[in-house]
């Protein structure tokens, strides 16, 4: 599924991520965990395309195509999402007309024909309902007034409306109340499946009570310094990050 | 809804990404030679078979005209315009004649017409429109004109309407933008052309939209619309005009007058979607838009409101106005100006409070790219007599991309202690991080643009009538094209 190699990365000649190299397979869900400024969240934008970021050295192979030189979009379309850590608010753009609308772009890029405007409710109804979000919220302008916890809601509401093949999430669980991650946890776990992957970025072991994860890294300045399966993240809420980079 | 849909259909088959109503229409014209003169004005009225006090009124319009100098207000770069070098009238052959019924028009126009998604067969018109139809200097068709007589509402072309009802002209010409406002309106008023006349009789509220469908053909020929609403007592009318021109590479005049009388307990709405071709990315070519809207809220508790969505022309110069006579009595303006590459635009409004109880509301929406400047100016004026006037102002501007401006020039005027009158406005530049967004879920970076511009400008664009909200939508997105990446 992805496959990077010998990342570097640097934004305004700072260097963020010294060679990186992290194998995802079909089906397996990993989690990157690391302390503040280790690189996390510059992962999860360079795999999705955000600008700014300069690409050094290295490889990132998705399905057998060349990351790197796709657009954003395309990589979208391609099936990569990214839950975002501060998503963004859109004022004047009602929730279902951009769901709508994210979907109808992917379906237009597959060349598919439009998804009729019944069936779209349907889906939107019953993924939402399984997230416990309400109609009113999906009348609302996207994420505008939205408290924290609904915006992520909203992020997997997204996700789970788009299936994607790969999804990235960014502390997902930050600012979450303990009811609305295990709600956001459930929807994750609904959609796991042998087909796809996710790359579940966090600080906290946490969320991986929830969400177990298949395997566990541990990122410290820019590179990952240990791999392990679910007790690696154990080990870490016990020692703490500093004893584990220094002991790898 | 079909009339939009046709539209943003035939927009999408079009084809070229730039302007998409860009094609000319081939016909014979009967064209008077260039040049601006008494000659031309008595040959314009002849055209028409005007009587004489419309000739007469044409001609001391001219002679206002020639003694007024060009408005300077407008914060815009206006080349030097030849009056002398431009057409003034240009009718196709086979209108002449005022062809009986739609079977004798040229099959070219009605062509042209279904090719923008305006059919005017029988069969075929748009239900819940009735449709004028204005192709260069003349009126080519209305619909639904029979269901509509049978309520005593009169929708026809001016031309027609200067003979067929000539008390209301008389009456009502000219007493909302007097021939001497400025050089524009006195030239208007000499040379006018067509555009729409409507009259809704007292106690009738116009069950269809109406509209007029403005489409300039001819090479170097002005158009010069000329549009009178009467909404006599207690009656409501909501009117919707759309307009496009051909590519071209030389500059086109469009200089109108529109203006609206709203008696007693009347409302007036008043939609436009104005789509001239803007010039190319190098600013050559481009519709001038210079447009003169003015309307009267005469009686008690009467009510005004424009809409307009603006994104076409080389250069927009339009402040649609609202004079607030009756007490009690409401003026609108709800505004999208968009101008990308070369474009310029100054438009706004002016609000003047007269009565009691008087209030207005201004939502204007702004959005520059490219190269192009965008200014919204606009005037609240509330007089002694206006006692406990309220004005409310929001103006918005947004920026894409580092080369363009955004100008607010708002002048407000109060004599009156009583009254109220806010003003807000923002500028901002259009949010990277949004982009990325909508981006990460598969939109393209233009369809992009287009939502988060359509989110910005919704307070306005659900103001038209729900049959153009949707074209409106898409045009906005359209005419950013090209502004990012």
């Known amino acids: 599924m992805l496959e990077i190699k010998n990342l570097h990365v640097s934004i305004e000649e700072k260097k963020i991520i010294k060679g990186l190299d992290l194998s995802i397979n079909k089906g397996e869900v990993h989690a990157l965990m690391g302390p503040n400024g280790s690189g996390k969240s510059t992962l999860s934008y360079v795999l999705s395309g955000k600008d700014k970021y300069e690409i050094n050295d290295g490889t990132i192979d998705y399905n057998g195509k060349n990351l790197l030189e796709l657009d954003v979009d395309e990589r979208a379309n391609e099936g990569l999402f990214l839950a975002f850590q501060y998503p ?87 600012g979450l109340d303990i009811d609305a991650l295990r709600i956001v946890s459930e929807g994750v776990n609904k959609l796991r499946n042998n087909e796809n992957s996710f790359l579940v970025i966090t600080h906290y072991q946490r969320l991986l009570n929830y969400i177990k994860p298949d395997f566990v890294h541990i990122i410290a300045d820019g590179k990952i310094v240990k791999s392990g399966d679910y007790s690696l993240a154990l080990e870490l809420e016990e020692k703490g990050y500093e004893e584990i980079s220094q002991t790898a | 809804m079909a009339a939009t849909e046709q539209t943003i259909k035939q927009v999408n088959t079009l084809g070229s990404s730039d302007y998409k109503y860009g094609f000319s229409t081939e016909v014979d014209e009967i064209r008077p030679p260039k040049g601006l003169n008494e000659e031309i004005i008595k040959f314009i009225s002849a055209q028409k078979d005007e009587p004489e006090w419309m000739l007469e009124w044409r001609l001391n319009a001219f002679k206002v005209f020639n003694k007024l100098p060009k408005p300077q207000w407008a914060k815009l770069n206006i080349p030097e315009i030849d009056y002398q070098d431009c057409y003034y009238y240009s009718i196709p052959k086979s209108l002449k004649d005022k062809p009986k019924s739609l079977d004798e028009i040229d099959p070219e126009i009605l062509k042209t017409y279904e090719k923008l998604g305006i059919p005017l067969k029988e069969q075929k018109i748009l239900s819940g429109i009735a449709v004028d139809a204005v192709f260069d200097s003349v009126s080519v068709a209305t619909t639904y004109k029979k269901q509509l007589s049978d309520l005593g509402i009169v929708f026809c072309s001016i031309s027609e309407a200067v003979k067929t009802h000539p008390e209301l002209v008389k009456k009502y010409l000219g007493s909302v933008i007097p021939v001497s406002d400025h050089s524009f309106a006195a030239l208007n008023s000499a040379v006018f052309t067509d555009g729409s006349f409507i009259y809704i009789p007292e106690g009738v509220r116009c069950p269809v939209e109406l509209s007029t469908y403005f489409r300039i053909n001819a090479m170097n020929t002005g158009q010069f619309e000329r549009t009178l609403i ?135 929406k702004g959005i520059s790219a490219g190269k192009a400047n965008n200014t919204y100016r606009g005037l609240v004026n509330i007089l002694s007599k206006a006692k406990n006037a309220r004005n409310f102002t929001q103006c918005d501007s947004l920026l894409i991309g580092n080369q363009c401006g955004a100008h607010t020039v708002p002048y407000i005027e109060s004599s009156n202690s009583d009254s109220m009158v806010e003003h807000e406005a923002t500028t901002s530049k259009i949010n990277e991080d949004q982009l990325f967004y909508c981006q990460q879920r598969g ?43």
């Open chain 2, 443 to 485: 939109l393209n970076s233009e369809d992009a643009v287009g939502l988060i511009v359509n989110g910005f400008c919704k307070e306005v664009l659900q103001h038209l009538p729900m049959e153009f909200a949707v074209e409106a939508q898409k045009l906005v997105a359209i005419s950013l094209e090209g502004s990012v990446g």
């Open chain 1, 88 to 174: 963004m608010e859109i004022p004047g753009v009602q929730t279902s007309f951009f769901l709508k609308t994210a979907i109808n772009s992917k379906r237009k890029y597959l060349g598919q024909s439009e998804m009729d405007a019944l069936e779209f409710a349907k889906l939107m109804k019953s993924k939402a309902e399984e997230l416990n979000i309400s109609t009113e919220m999906l009348k609302r302008d996207l994420n505008v007034n939205y408290s924290g916890g609904e915006k992520k809601k909203q992020e997997i509401l997204q996700m789970s409306m788009l299936s994607p093949k790969m999804a990235i999430l960014d502390e997902t669980d930050s």
């Open chain 2, 230 to 364: 009467i909404a006599d007592k207690d009656s409501y009318v909501s009117y919707l005009e759309g307009c496009t021109a051909p590519m071209r590479d030389e500059n086109q005049l469009h200089a109108a007058n529109v203006e609206l009388v709203a008696l007693d307990n009347a409302e007036i709405k008043y939609s436009t979607v104005q789509n001239w071709y803007p010039g190319d990315k190098e600013g050559k070519g481009g519709i001038y838009n210079f447009v003169t809207k003015r309307g009267a809220c005469r009686g008690k508790n009467s009510k005004i409101s424009w809409t307009q969505v603006e994104t076409g022309s080389a250069i927009t110069w339009k402040y649609p106005s609202c004079i607030l006579q009756g007490d009690n009595s409401k003026g609108e303006f709800y505004s999208v100006a968009i101008t990308n590459n070369m474009q310029q635009a100054d438009t706004g409004t002016k609000m003047i409070h007269i009565g009691k109880n008087t209030s207005s509301k201004i939502i204007s």
